[in-house]
């Protein structure tokens, strides 16, 4: 059962453009909502996250937009740059138990041209 | 060291073999997982331990698979009479505790030929 998706699949967005990727969950015990990032060969790198008590966080040019009613998510990214071209995991756990387990979106593959 | 370190970085298997692949976590991290990732998807999570304790197995496939991590610090994931639906790219990943983010190793890419 997927619990998280993400969309759009694939993203291409002109350099300064706003990047939007989505994602909606279904299992209204998770708590807490990162994003991770993930360059060609590297690993995912966690980018910003957000928890379901706040409805917004900021850093940089990175924002969480958290809507817990429509059980959505979505990360934008302002004045996109042809470093950002990467591929983007929403992410939601539960933390039980004294751990993190995290169950992550499909990714959405961002591709900012200059 | 700086990062999680994982060996090998690439590795290719025949069918029915056994593999070993393993996992340094940032030192002094208490909290180490397993993912497993194929390609276009995301993460998938096969294990979790704290400190030496396996905490949670829930994810592992079958029993094939198994992981240990008997000091607290690097783990060893085996993969037993390998099948070519294993192949795919395993990430360890670690972090201090439960409140903190991830940080995941470069993975091990596995091809069971």
């Known amino acids: 059962q997927q619990q998280v998706k993400q969309s759009p699949q694939s993203l291409i967005v002109q350099k300064g453009g706003i990047s939007i990727i989505n994602c909606a969950y279904e299992?209204?015990?998770?708590?807490?909502f990162p994003w991770y990032q993930q360059f060609p060969g590297k690993g995912p790198a966690l980018l910003i996250a957000?928890?379901?008590?706040?409805s917004e966080k900021k850093e940089g040019r990175f924002t969480i937009s958290f809507n817990k009613s429509a059980k959505q998510f979505s990360l934008h990214i302002m004045d996109s740059q042809p470093g950002d071209s990467a591929t983007y995991f929403c992410?939601?756990?539960?933390?039980?138990?004294?751990?993190?387990?995290?169950?992550f979106g499909a990714g959405t593959r961002l591709a900012v041209h200059p | 060291g700086a990062g999680v370190s994982q060996s090998p970085r690439y590795k290719v298997t025949k069918r029915g073999q056994d593999v070993a692949l393993r996992c340094d976590p940032i030192?002094?991290?208490?909290?180490l997982y397993w993912y497993r990732q194929a390609l276009g998807q995301g993460p998938e999570f096969l294990t979790y331990?704290?400190?030496?304790?396996?905490?949670?197995k829930s994810g592992l496939p079958n029993d094939r698979f198994s992981a240990e991590r008997p000091e607290g610090s690097i783990s060893t994931l085996t993969i037993q009479r390998t099948e070519q639906r294993d192949s795919a790219m395993y990430r360890c990943?670690?972090?201090?505790?439960?409140?903190?983010?991830?940080?995941f190793g470069s993975g091990t890419r596995l091809t069971v030929v």
């Open positions: 957000i928890r379901p008590d706040v």
């Open positions: 992410a939601a756990s539960k933390r039980t138990g004294g751990y993190n387990k995290l169950i």
């Open positions: 030192s002094g991290h208490v909290s």
């Open positions: 299992n209204t015990a998770f708590d807490y």
């Open positions: 990943a670690s972090s201090p505790d439960s409140n903190y983010g991830y940080t």
């Open positions: 331990f704290n400190y030496e304790a396996q905490q949670d």
